[in-house]
């Protein structure tokens, strides 16, 4: 199984807190699920060393989003507190579509492409 692009030691900065116990074990599981998506857009990248630093934050950035809110809630409210995230905003390790677009970027996968047409010749 190949490497996740990012480490624990990189999320846990970005959280502000150490990860423990179970907490730990299910971030570490965020970091191979946001590392798969992000290779699935961009290269297989092998050695996560030689991945591009943009797939390593947008790694770090879906991983974040799955430790803060595992559950996948959209909204809270409790009294007069309310609380909602933009329908927009992926749920889980998922990418937003500005992240998969910088990431087919980053290996010049953007941009204009043929398709071949089976009535002019081609195939499907």
Known sequence: MTPPLAD???LEQRLGRELVGEERSQAEAALTDASALVRAYGDAWPDPGRAPA?????TLAA???RVRNPEGYRSE???AYQYQ???SLPVGAG???GEARMIRAAVGAAGVFSVPVESLGGSL
């Open 77 to 79: 409210l409790q009294g």
């Open 63 to 65: 991983a974040e989003r």
């Open 54 to 58: 943009v797939a390593v934050a947008i």
């Open 8 to 10: 624990l030691a990189a």
């Open 95 to 97: 990418l937003t579509d």
């Open 85 to 87: 995230l933009p329908a």
